[in-house]
């Protein structure tokens, strides 16, 4: 087996892992109603997309 001969540094390490990051999510207002919303979605509160409902919403 494979050993390593020195130790790595914590740079070393976390350079290493920089590709391995979260990114925050990509929202986009929506034209129709402006809640924001997943760009190619359908809006959760109006159920709109590309300019048709989609979604039936009941009001209640």
């Given amino acids: 087996m494979a050993l390593p001969k020195h130790k790595v540094s914590k740079s070393k390490r976390d350079m290493r892992r920089t ?10 207002a929506c034209p129709k109603c402006g809640e924001y919303k997943l760009p190619h979605n359908a809006c959760p509160e109006c159920g709109d ?8 919403k009941n009001e209640e």
């Fill in 19 to 28: 590709h391995k990051k979260i990114d925050a999510a990509n929202v986009m």
């Fill in 49 to 56: 997309y590309k300019g048709r409902i989609v979604i039936e």
